[in-house]
């Protein structure tokens, strides 16, 4: 009795092949998705965009106020240590938020807001020369590729070269202002009624707020490649070109004073709230051969990158700070006059040179004069001495209208 093993059945071969053909059809349909969707998806409208970024920064800065005001009630405040004055400077009365509306005449609830025309043709005027100066040595084109390659660059990224640069042809228009009072933290202390027994409530710091409104075409292009490098370096180069312009910016400005100490300097601190909108157009061009322009999902990829920027650097809860200078008069800060002439520092750098080199010029030509003056009176000295020795050996020379062979001094008879 033969035991043999029963042979494996073969496998179908249907199998096979039907796994094959689903997965290239998964891949066509992921490739499909992917050119649907992300290239040639349209994007959503701009009032839609801009409500929900409106939305998420408002969420944002509630949920900040939220928790200052936490941490306002639940910290306990610890006097400050005052440290002894001179007594020979007087000091000042207390000058708090309060004096100085009142001696200023100035009242947050019932001011009306001002419409900054001066103010405006003051910002009109440095835009105007801030454009002048980076046109005349291309010194903002050299910061920018600068700052857009940096030391920090990946290393699937080519270098990056600007193309074109416009700063526009409009200006800011600011309007609105009002000056409201805020505590430390920047909140708005505005309609929080009365002190107790009526007496009107202390202010923390003065905060003057206005609207701002850009309607402007400033453009920056850019154009770079995508690299490849694996398996092994450079596989493949995708060129890119990129151009961003800010077509219209609206919001609202906050611009206040931080007190300084013997230690810290005064700052002027300055914000934009959370109901601005920034309207941008992007075009983007992406290949070498057959190109695909403004792909609308790196449209959105850029907005959404340059709104986060500007969110955490410019948008409350955030600030800016710059630092000011001091207000006492200086002598090396003077300018005007006679005794200081009102010039430009390098026009007084380039008058002082030229006279250095006047005064040079002259003292050549005295040194000159005098060795010439040296030399003629040396040769003067030499002849005199000539001229007594020979005088002196009877060789002087025959006076003019005298006789031949006679000397002078005899008289003739």
């Known amino acids: 009795m033969s035991t043999e093993a029963p042979l494996p059945k073969p496998e179908s071969s249907l199998s096979f092949t039907q796994g094959l053909l689903l997965g290239q059809l998964s891949v066509v349909i992921l490739i499909g998705a992917f050119i649907k969707f992300f290239i040639f998806g349209d994007p959503p409208s701009p009032d839609v965009t801009a409500a929900l970024r409106a939305t998420e920064r408002r969420s944002r800065t509630l949920a900040n106020k939220r928790s200052l005001l936490s941490l306002r009630t639940s910290t306990p405040k610890h006097p400050s240590l005052s440290k002894k004055r001179s007594s020979v400077l007087r000091a000042p009365p207390q000058l708090t938020t309060n004096t100085i509306l009142s001696k200023t005449y100035y009242n947050v609830d019932s001011h009306q807001p001002e419409s900054l025309d001066w103010f405006n043709v003051l910002i009109a005027q440095t835009i105007a020369q801030f454009r002048s100066d980076a046109q005349h040595d291309d010194a903002i084109l050299t910061s920018l590729t600068k700052a857009l390659n940096g030391t920090s660059r990946p290393d699937f990224l080519d270098e990056i070269k600007v193309t074109e640069l416009s700063l526009g042809e409009d200006f800011p228009i600011f309007s609105n202002c009002r000056v409201i009072p805020v505590d430390e933290n920047g909140m708005s202390a505005a309609g929080r009624g009365e002190g107790v ?11 003057a707020r206005m609207d701002v409104d850009l309607s402007d075409f400033i453009t920056l292009a850019l154009e770079t490649k995508l690299l490849l490098n694996y398996p092994k370096p450079l596989v493949a180069v995708l060129p890119v070109a990129l151009a961003v312009s800010i077509v219209r910016f609206s919001g609202t400005l906050s611009i206040s004073f931080i007190p300084g100490s013997p230690l810290n300097a005064t700052m002027l601190a300055f914000s934009f709230l959370d ?50 200078p001091s207000l006492w008069p200086r002598k090396k800060n003077t300018r005007g006059g006679e005794d200081a002439p009102s010039e430009p520092a390098s026009m007084s750098r380039a008058k002082g040179k030229e006279m250095e080199r006047d005064l040079r010029e002259e003292a050549r030509r005295e040194v000159e004069a005098e060795s010439r003056a040296a030399r003629g009176e040396v040769e003067r000295i030499e002849q005199e001495g000539l001229r007594w020795r020979r005088r002196a050996m009877g060789e002087e020379y025959a006076i003019p209208g005298s006789m031949p062979g006679s000397l002078p001094g005899m008289n003739m008879t």
């Open 197 to 207: 027994g009526g007496v009107p409530r202390e202010h923390g710091r003065l905060q």
């Open 275 to 324: 109901d601005y909108r920034l309207d941008l157009s992007v075009r983007s061009l992406v290949g070498s051969r057959s190109r695909l322009q403004d792909v609308p999902k790196i449209a959105q990829l850029v907005e959404a990158r340059l709104h986060t920027w500007f969110d955490e650097r410019a948008v409350e809860p955030r600030f800016q700070q710059i630092e000011l």
